[in-house]
Each structure stands twice: as C-alpha cells, then as structure tokens.
T-cell receptor, first 115, second 117 residues
Framework: GENVEQHPSTLSVQEGDSAVIKCTYS??????FPWYKQELGKGPQLIID?????GEKKDQRIAVTLNKTAKHFSLHITETQPEDSAVYFC??????????????FGKGTHLIIQP | ETGVTQTPRHLVMGMTNKKSLKCEQH?????MYWYKQSAKKPLELMFV???????ENNSVPSRFSPECPNSSHLFLHLHTLQPEDSALYLC????????????????FGEGSRLTVL
C-alpha cells in the first residue's frame, strides 16, 4: 500500500516569512495529492490539491509543487500570517478505478508563526 | 461549519462499556469514512462506506463496529475498548468520483475525542 512521509514535524517561522513543508510517497500509481489544514479543536480542511498531470498549482499565498519522478510534493506558504498557525497534513491517493476510497496521510506538520 | 456533524464531541468510557459515535452529513454525498487520529501518528483510515455499502475495512479490531443505515448517517459502535483506543475519531464524507463527483474531496467533521479508562 501507499506510504506517505512528511517533514518537518514542527516548523516555526517569523510572521511574513515563507514556510515549506515536504512530503514523499511510495506508490508511483498515486495521482491525487491534497493538503489539509487542521486548527485546534477542528477537523482537517482541504486548502489545496494537485493532480499528477500538473507540476504546480497556486492559490493566493499557497502553492503546491509535484515531482512525479522523485515522488515528492511540497506545500509553500508565502507572507505567513498568525492565522496560518495550524497542523498541516499531506495526503496521497491512487485512482483505483473503483468508487470512494480513502486517502493515505502524512504524520502532519505543526506550523507555528512567530509574531 | 463543514456540513459534517459528529456527536458526542467528547466521550469517556470504561473498558467494559458499550457506546456509539454518530456522524451525519448534510452535503448530499454518497461516501462516508471513519478515521482515527492519535498523537504523533498519521490519520488512520478505518472504514469506508459507499452508497451504504462497506467498501473498505483496514484490519480494524472487531471491538469497533461500523453501521451505515443510509448515505447521510454513519455510526461507530464501541465495545470492550482498550486504553490505547483513546484518540480523536474523525468522520468524513465525499462525493463518489466515479458517479459524477468532482474531486473526491473529503469533508471532515470536528471529531469525537474518546478516552478509555
């Protein structure tokens, strides 16, 4: 099955600086890579995703890059703000051709924005 | 508000108790999931239901018993749990990608925090 590794486990950056979180995956058949943000006391919420036919995707201050050859993908947050403080999870899914199926998640990165 | 509601938010139970977690989604999705979230571990997929049928059971111990009476409701029945089962249990829903869904994005509830004494 799929295995997703995520680094770092904790990341502290100054407000206004950029933050980068990296993930690797093991199954070369995986083709969908979402990123979720989990705030304290809440469930994870999708913030951006990328499919394997695209190398990069951007949404305002958030961008995700994908390197299929190396099997790794990264989340980039620019101009960080206090509300960016949360736990971020990367995930991967293989298009099995069937119906609903679950995602394989990384262990999460606790992002701390220092004022 | 994500459209997925979980109750109770907190539950404390003894190892011999029987309790249930409830999830309801108001998004019109046809797939529902249970995930377990423990400290320092990835979210672990437990069960998947698609159109009320269980399509995945990730080697979960039988002391966890899921029930999906319809596409909007999902239960997790708990019986004779162990202290190591203490965790945050997250319910999620999505639209089936094959039957016209878009991205298969998972929408999570806020979770039920379970403590087993």
């Amino acid at each position: 099955g799929e295995n997703v590794e995520q680094h770092p486990s904790t990341l502290s950056v100054q407000e206004g600086d950029s933050a980068v979180i990296k993930c690797t995956y093991s199954d070369s058949a995986s083709n969908y890579f979402p990123w979720y943000k989990q705030e304290l006391g809440k469930g994870p919420q999708l913030i951006i995703d990328i499919r394997s036919n695209v190398g990069e995707k951007k949404d305002q201050r958030i961008a995700v890059t994908l390197n299929k050859t190396a099997k790794h993908f990264s989340l980039h947050i620019t101009e960080t703000q206090p509300e960016d403080s949360a736990v971020y999870f990367c995930a991967a899914r293989t298009n099995s051709g069937g119906g609903a199926d679950g995602l394989t998640f990384g262990k999460g990165t606790h992002l701390i924005i220092q004022p | 508000e994500t459209g997925v509601t979980q109750t109770p938010r907190h539950l404390v139970m003894g190892m011999t108790n029987k309790k249930s977690l409830k999830c309801e989604q108001h998004l019109g999705h046809n797939a529902m999931y249970w995930y377990k979230q423990s400290a320092k571990k990835p979210l672990e997929l437990m069960f998947v239901y698609n159109f009320k049928e269980q399509t995945e059971n990730n080697s979960v111990p039988s002391r966890f018993s899921p029930e999906c009476p319809n596409s909007s409701h999902l239960f997790l029945h708990l019986h004779t749990l162990q202290p190591e089962d203490s965790a945050l249990y997250l319910c999620a829903s999505s639209q089936d990608r094959i039957r016209g869904g878009v991205t298969g994005e998972l929408f999570f509830g806020e979770g039920s925090r379970l403590t087993v004494l």
